[in-house]
C-alpha cells in the first residue's frame, strides 16, 4: 500500500531488517519499536479494506465511485418481451367530465353530436372518512329498552379504523418512517390527531395478531430443504444484541436476541429440528447444527481479494478466486448443476491450488508455541487456506446440487432493510420494540414473497384475518 508515495510495506521491511540487525538497542526500546511496527500494520491493513475484500458495506468505502456497466449489444432501455408499467387507460373511470364544444366559436351552421376523444388524468384524494354507527333503541309498552348490538369491534366513542391503522403501520415498519413524521402526515394530509402513543398501540396489536404467522413461518422454514441463515447486530438503547434470519424463497422470519451463538439460535426454534441444507457464512455456531452445510462463496471472493491486495499478492488466492468464479459461471451454463465428470475436473484443480498455496502460506511454526494449550496463532491468508480445505464440499456444494446458490444473497438482502432502519432511528428504544419489528418485518417479507399486496395483507390483520398461505 502507498500513501504519499511512500511504500508502507517495503518501508515497514525494511525497518525490521534494521531492527534485526541493531545488537545495541535497549530490550525496552526494542520492544517499543516492534510494537509501533505492529500496530502500523494492524492500521494499515484496515485502511486498506473495503467493500470488495472485507465484509464492509459498500456505503463505507471512502470516495467510492459506482463502477460503469459494460456496454453490452442491448439498447437502452426496456428489453423485447418485458412487462412494461406504463399507465393505462381503465374501462370504468371513477369519475367522468363531459366537454362541450362551444359552438359559438364555429362557422354558423347546424351541428350534431358524433363521438368523443377521451383523455384520462390518474390522480389521488387524501382525505379523513368519518362513520358513525348508530345503535337503534327501541322501548316496548312496558319500558324495557332493547339496543341493536355495534359490529364487532366498534367498543368505544371515538376510536380509529382498520385501514388507517393498516396505513401506519406500514409507513412505520416497511416503509421505517418515524413517529414523529408519520404524525406530521396524519395531522396535515387527514387533519386527524394521532399521538406517538397510539402509533405503538397499532404496531403492538399487529404484533399480537402475528403470533400465529410466526408459528406457522417457522415450521414452514423447518421443512424447508434450503434454509439461508444470518445475523447482524443492532443497538438496543445502547446495548449491543443481534438480529437473527432465517428464510428461503417463500417464507422469512426474524428475530432478536442478546447473543449471536447457539443459545440464541435455539431460542429461535427453527435448527435444532432442520435436517435440510443450511446456507451461511461460516459463524462456527451454525456448525454445531446436524444438517448439511453449505457456505457464501460472497464471503470467500471477498477475502480471496483482500489476501491477494494485503498479504504480498499471494498468487493463489487470486487464482482460487478467479476459478470459483469460473465454476459459478460453467454451473449457470449448465443450468445450475454440473456432470459428475466436470465436477471432479474443477475439484482436482480446486486441491492443486491448495497445495500450491502451502508454499506462499505455510503453517506456523510450532516451535514458538507459547505455552501448551491452544493453536499458535495463524495468518488471515492461513486461516481461509485452512478453512477452503477443511470445508471444500460445503464450499462447492452449489456445482452438485441446483437447488444450493453460489451466495447467501438471499439471507442478506432479506436482513439489508435492518441497517437501513438503524440508520433511520439508531436504535431500538427496548426489545419488545425490536420484536415487534422483526415480526411484522418477517410477515411483510412473507408477503412480498408469496405476491400478497402489503396493504390488503395488514388491512386484515386489523379485520381480523390472514391470508390464505398462512391458514393452509
Known amino acids: ?256 436476541h442478546e447473543g449471536r451463538g447457539t443459545e440464541a439460535i435455539d431460542s429461535i426454534g427453527i435448527l435444532p429440528q432442520f435436517r435440510g441444507i443450511l446456507c451461511h457464512d461460516h459463524l462456527k455456531a451454525y456448525y454445531t447444527y446436524p444438517c448439511t452445510h453449505a457456505l457464501c462463496n460472497a464471503h470467500h471472493l471477498r477475502e480471496l481479494e483482500g489476501v491477494w491486495e494485503e498479504d504480498n499478492k499471494q498468487q493463489w488466492a487470486k487464482e482460487m478466486k478467479a476459478l470459483l468464479e469460473e465454476i459459478n459461471r460453467a454451473t449457470c451454463d449448465a443450468g445450475g448443476m454440473l456432470g459428475a465428470d466436470e465436477s471432479e475436473k474443477y475439484r482436482h484443480r480446486y486441491r492443486v491450488i491448495l497445495q500450491n498455496a502451502e508454499a506462499e502460506s505455510p503453517p506456523p511454526d510450532e516451535t514458538n508455541r507459547k505455552g501448551k494449550r491452544g493453536r499458535v496463532k495463524r495468518t488471515k491468508a492461513r486461516n481461509l487456506l485452512e478453512r477452503l480445505r477443511k470445508y471444500e464440499d460445503d464450499v462447492l456444494r452449489f456445482m452438485d446440487n441446483k437447488n444450493v446458490p453460489f451466495t447467501n444473497n438471499l439471507a442478506e438482502n432479506d436482513i439489508r432493510m435492518t441497517k437501513v432502519q438503524q440508520k433511520i432511528s439508531g436504535c431500538f428504544r427496548s426489545l419488545e420494540g425490536a420484536r415487534i419489528f422483526c415480526r411484522i418485518r418477517s410477515y411483510l417479507s412473507t408477503c412480498r414473497k408469496q405476491g400478497v399486496n402489503l396493504r390488503q395483507a395488514l388491512k386484515m390483520l386489523f379485520h381480523g384475518e390472514l391470508p390464505d398461505f398462512v391458514r393452509s
Open 1 to 256: 500500500m502507498t500513501i504519499d508515495n511512500i511504500d508502507i510495506e517495503v518501508t515497514l521491511q525494511k525497518v525490521e531488517k534494521l531492527l534485526s540487525e541493531e545488537k545495541v538497542l535497549s530490550p525496552a526500546m526494542r520492544s517499543m519499536v516492534e510494537l509501533l511496527v505492529v500496530v502500523i500494520t494492524l492500521l494499515v491493513g484496515r485502511l486498506n479494506r473495503n467493500s470488495r475484500n472485507s465484509s464492509k458495506p459498500p456505503s463505507s468505502d471512502p470516495n467510492r465511485k459506482r463502477e460503469s456497466k459494460a456496454k453490452g449489444e442491448r439498447k437502452a432501455g426496456g428489453q423485447k418481451g418485458r412487462e412494461g408499467v406504463t399507465l393505462k387507460r381503465v374501462e370504468n373511470p371513477d369519475k367522468v367530465e363531459v366537454i362541450k364544444v362551444d359552438q359559438r366559436k364555429l362557422p354558423r351552421g347546424e351541428y350534431t353530436v358524433v363521438g368523443y376523444e377521451a383523455r384520462q388524468v390518474f390522480d389521488m384524494k387524501i382525505s379523513r372518512e368519518v362513520t358513525e354507527y348508530r345503535a337503534e333503541i327501541v322501548e316496548d309498552a312496558e319500558g324495557n329498552r332493547f339496543i341493536a348490538p355495534f359490529p364487532e369491534g366498534i367498543t368505544k366513542a371515538a376510536q380509529y379504523g382498520a385501514d388507517l391503522k393498516a396505513h401506519a403501520v406500514y409507513m412505520s415498519q416497511y416503509q421505517l418512517i418515524p413517529y414523529k413524521r408519520i404524525q406530521e402526515y396524519f395531522e396535515e394530509q387527514m387533519s386527524m390527531p394521532v399521538s406517538e402513543g397510539s402509533l405503538y398501540n397499532f404496531n403492538q396489536e399487529a404484533y399480537e395478531y402475528l403470533e400465529i404467522f410466526e408459528e406457522k413461518s417457522k415450521a414452514e422454514l423447518t421443512k424447508s430443504e434450503v434454509l439461508h441463515v444470518d445475523e447482524t447486530s443492532i443497538n438496543k438503547n445502547g446495548d449491543r444484541y443481534w438480529l437473527h434470519s432465517a428464510s428461503n424463497r417463500q417464507w422469512t422470519c426474524f428475530y432478536p
